[in-house]
């Protein structure tokens, strides 16, 4: 999911298409309310449900310039809430994993709540 936005931001595509699961729905709705992406919308039902996400743009330029997957399959990262990332001194964010659900790096520091660290936007 992540490559797909920041392909399509490279080449100034208005929106991307992908299948849905429980996981991006919730990534993406976290970009969109920190306003990285702008409408997210789940078309169809059943087994073929997919994920459109419209992207948003300021001036012209990407609203996402930068994102990276932090924790993968082979190696997991975990944080503690006092050692919770800062992207660019706060200016972007980390999306957290928390037993409490998806939520951003400044949230999880604020509810006092560790997790895994799924990856950082900026």
Known sequence: MLTRLRNAFAVRKREVVLPHSNMKFAIAKILE?????????????????????????????????????????????????TEMPRVKSDIGIAIISTPNGLMTNKEARSRKLGGEVICEVS
């Open 33 to 81: 309310k920190q306003g990285y992406v702008g409408d997210v919308e789940k078309i169809g039902e059943g087994r073929h449900t997919t994920l459109k996400i419209m992207l948003a743009y300021h001036d012209g330029e990407p609203a996402i310039t930068e994102v990276h997957r932090v924790s993968t399959p082979g190696h997991r990262v975990y944080v503690k809430c």
